[in-house]
DNA sequence: AATGAATGAGTCTTCATTCAT
DNA sequence: GATGAATGAAGACTCATTCAT
């Protein structure tokens, strides 16, 4: 609106956020495709073309999305790990986080995966930089509880990919078994019994 | 080929069949938005308006091909959970009958199943009711595993959505960790260890 | 059917005049341009391309009926005129024969009429020189009522017009007062009596 | 033009016109169907997606004119109706606007009548009933003269519907019988002439 | 003689992106 | 800095016409 006042880089920062944010809700819906550049600057209240001065085009959005998400993801998942707790209960608390994650942003980081194929390929690899970041985390904290004695001789790269994975139908099933909790819970003593020691 | 004279319904099914999965290809490849009626009557070797002779819009392509991949996952599930073994042994082998097929069709399934919000609501349902079938199966064949002592007492719909879900890393990683059938022996020890009565 | 053996020149005009007439029915209900030529050979009960053997194109069946229509129309008027009767009785039974053929012919040939305006110049001129003949007709009838002072004095075209033209509400209005024979009389005492001598 | 700056809302309007009646003269040339929309958006000087912007499909262009049309014919009727002179004076006047206004808007305005007929039943409603008015009006001034015996007991309804019909070969004829006011004229002369009281 | 499978040109419509104000 | 008017490229789909059988 203050017309000639250049934006500080924080404001401009909080202007890319919200317009994100708005389209967020929109990609959610209806998927990224279907999601006009048009009803996302609506939704943000602005101009189209304002739009364009936040992001170069409508992938960049996507992008955002997906590093804003992987840096909280990984920095949160960071502070567990590196707090208190079995190697168990703290990958719970982590899929935990995630789950809550997910719920929050509406779920709709699963479909971002989806629309990930859509990108070029070097936004792709961008991408999948920082996913790599946040599931070696996992990966390192399942290899503590092998050496710890909490899980058995299981491949940690397998196990994470698992525990990834089962956490899709947890939010997206038209026939769910529960609150997304219970089923988190439920998923989870599975999974993780499996991985256990024998006799732990 | 032939001009005048009318296709017999063996050869119009062949030809549905040839257009779809050369479809298939390309919606593997780029996902089904992004490709254009036009690239998939080129891709099979015909002109965009015969394409419509055989299918009478894009969608019904899709739904054609997760027609025939849910009829014959499902008549192959039946027939392995018919057949002799303990419940285990054949819940593994449903899954792994499960995985060469998803390997066989390019995998490109699973990316259907994503493909599928772009459908009509209706259409959507239609593949919903065949989807649930196959899925009924497998949760019959868990709960016979429970009632047989295979199993401790788990939600056996949750542990189908689990297996399901855990086919999606195997073939779809970027990061494998082994042979798809390698890395399916690896997740289903891990989850079906998590299901087994603890002195089974 | 019988494969091999020629059509007579009858058997032909049979099967272009069987052709047409369905074609006529879809065209009055549709359109010219909302009627494939697919539906058409359908209708016929026949394959789409022979009729390209009866019809070099699209257009050739709205000339063909176009054509039948008026030499049928034109034959009739010339009885009726060459008949007994005041020139009033007699331009009144045309007027008549013509909304019986319009009635029968299930007014299509209004719209024909309009579709017109799609063909080549040149189909349009054919067309035009057979239009030029049955009006012609009416206005020589005309004229001779002018000369026995059934009519007063005036101009024969623009009445033999307004007579034709009239015909159109009569077949097509959405607000019929009373059945098209008695919209037909209500038209021709308005027009005739204002065409009469005033003392006759 | 501008380019950021919304459109007011007489600036849109004009624009509406400009676009419709660009439309207008090549609808006129070759009928509804068969005119594209590239064509009108280039015959307008615009991009093709630029009229979608003032209009939301093709029917509306259609629908616009006709409105448009009705409206100012209609409340002239109106003015001249509501005006001095004998009811056949009056009448004389509004076929005299109405061919004015025919001859103004390039005639086009009775192809587009029989071009309803391609148009959403819904939309062809929302025509009828705006021609209703104004074939009402017609009606009821018929009904004056008949009541102060400047017609006789003639079905005004009938009077109405030929007269309107009666325009149509002043417009359209290809064998002109004089300028169009001259076969007004001859035309209103025959038709009010059959309408009077005999000894008026 | 009769057929319908095959086709490419053309239809309306949408949308990411640019640019003058 | 902010806007929305303008656009061309592209998409799904239709149809008159041809041609091998």
Not at 16 to 20: D, G, L, N, V
Not at 77 to 91: D, F, H, Q, T, Y
């Given at each position: 609106m203050p017309k000639g006042i250049p934006l500080t880089n924080e404001d401009r920062e909080l202007r890319?956020?919200?317009?994100?944010h708005a389209a967020a809700d929109l990609i959610f819906e209806k998927g990224f495709t279907e999601t006009s550049v048009n009803q996302i600057a609506k939704a943000a209240g602005i101009g189209k073309s304002t739009l364009y001065d936040f992001f170069s085009n409508k992938d960049e959005?996507?992008?955002y999305l997906m590093e804003k998400f992987l840096i909280e993801v990984t920095s949160r998942?960071?502070?567990?790990?590196?707090?208190?707790?079995?190697?168990?209960?703290?990958?719970r608390r982590v899929m935990q986080m995630h789950l809550e994650f997910l719920l929050r942003n509406k779920a709709f980081i699963l479909k971002l995966t989806l629309e990930t194929?859509?990108?070029s390929i070097e936004n792709q690899k961008i991408y999948q930089v920082k996913r790599y970041a946040y599931q070696d985390l996992l990966i390192e904290l399942i290899e503590q509880g092998i050496a710890d004695g909490s899980f058995r001789q299981i491949d940690s790269g397998m196990l994470m990919k698992t525990?990834?994975?089962a956490m899709s139908p947890v939010v997206y099933t038209s026939r769910p078994v529960g609150t997304p909790q219970e089923m988190l819970d439920k998923t989870l003593n599975l999974i993780l019994e499996g991985a256990k020691t024998s006799d732990s």
């Open positions: 890319r956020s919200e317009i994100a959005i996507i992008l998942a960071k502070a567990i790990i590196a707090g208190e707790g079995s190697v168990i209960e703290r990958l194929q859509r990108l525990l990834l994975a």
